[in-house]
């Protein structure tokens, strides 16, 4: 067996939370040798550990951007008590749903509401790998929304994985929720140096997001809590354009809340139900910036894409987010359409969060068929 123990220390605060070496960094200290996929360091993970692993590490490894350069990005590797299996454990590379846009709001530090479900898959013989995604700390801002920047966190962590140990198979599927569902499709739809089996999608993003804002745009009233959506998107569209001008398009009874959350707050931080509960029309303006938005927006949607591989996809009846059952369905009708292998599954009564554990058996069963090199059933061809 190798694990190994400390790989490549790029400075003191790369072991801590989250760094301040950023993608120049690298190439200063590590020179242009490295490539994605380099795992760079390696520590014991403090926080948000699977409690039935035998071993979890906390890493950073490398990964390109959308500009065409590379970042330090941060993940969790855990792997099983029980001893491999020939070939080595099957792995499950986890995108996590959205935390917010701040410095201190990567996955790896809040608390993880899916500590317990990734438990399960690791009691089950599964490594599971954990991204934080692109654009915490000096590597900011966060890149909220971005299908191919988390997909390829997701699977560049894989590879790093692969660094660490050489007990892992080279199959593994891609598994996420919310946001972490969208970066799973996009995931399906890429190529990674391991052979990727298939994804699973559990309430993903899609074109919810646009009829949700597109919504607001025509006064269409929102929750007070979900209001906090708002200043994520906008902030995440800014990332990857900055050409996007917040003052333009946000009114000003918005720009305290998207202050908060990108500087101060994670999503569903008490401090935004302090913020009023804004009413139609106080949230956007159109012009040239809602027209990027809007642009942006429509090439993040999964629903175009190409998929490579079969994929599960998980809808809750009663999701109350952007993930509506008639906008998933949509979506599923046109990668259907792109002759992808889907299964498509409702849970009745699951919202958001629930559908996690409702559609918990089925994942564990396409798992199984996907690894085992068999096709599972498509929802496309009934």
Request: charged content about 20%.
């Amino acid at each position: 067996m190798r694990i190994i123990t400390l790989a490549l220390i790029l400075s003191s605060a790369s072991m801590a939370g989250v760094s301040d070496a950023s993608s120049e960094n690298v190439k200063k200290n590590a020179g242009s040798s490295l490539q994605p996929g380099q795992l760079i360091t390696i520590r014991e993970s403090t926080r948000n550990k699977l409690p039935d692993a035998g071993e979890n590490y906390f890493v950073s490894y490398l990964a390109p951007t959308p500009t065409g350069g590379e970042a330090v990005l941060y993940g969790q590797i855990s792997l099983p008590k029980s001893p491999p299996p020939e070939g080595g454990y099957p792995v499950i590379s986890w995108g996590n749903g959205t935390t917010g846009n701040a410095p201190q709001c990567a996955p790896s530090i809040v608390s993880s509401y899916a500590v317990e479900y990734l438990n399960e898959w690791v009691k089950r013989g599964y490594a599971v790998v954990r991204t934080d995604y692109e654009g915490w700390g000096a590597d900011g801002p966060r890149l909220e929304l971005n299908g191919k920047s988390n997909a390829d966190a997701m699977g560049y962590l894989v590879a790093a994985a692969h660094e660490l140990t050489d007990q892992l198979s080279d199959d593994w599927i891609a598994i996420g929720h919310s946001l972490g569902g969208g970066a799973a499709l996009w995931t399906a739809s890429q190529s990674y140096k391991y052979n990727l089996k298939g994804a699973i999608a559990l309430a993903p993003v899609g074109p919810g997001v646009l009829e949700f804002i597109d919504g607001i745009m025509q006064g269409k009233p929102i929750g007070h809590f979900t209001q906090q959506f708002v200043s994520v998107t906008l902030l995440g569209a800014q990332a990857t354009d900055p050409s996007i001008d917040i003052d333009r398009l946000a009114t000003g009874e918005m720009k305290p809340q998207l202050e908060a959350m990108r500087d101060s707050a994670c999503l569903g931080d008490p401090v935004f139900m302090n913020f009023p509960h804004l009413q139609p029309g106080q949230y956007l303006k159109p012009g040239e910036d809602y027209d990027k938005l809007v642009s942006f927006l429509k090439a993040q949607d999964p629903s175009s894409l190409k998929l490579n591989v079969p994929v599960l996809i998980a809808q809750g009846t009663d999701d109350e987010t952007t993930v509506t059952p008639s906008t998933t369905e949509k979506m599923v009708s046109s990668l259907c359409a792109s002759d992808a292998t889907v299964d498509y599954k409702v849970y009745k009564a699951a919202d958001h969060r629930g559908v996690i554990t409702a559609s918990s058996m089925d994942a564990f069963q396409f798992a199984e068929t996907v690894f085992s090199g068999k096709t599972p059933k498509s929802t496309c061809q009934e």
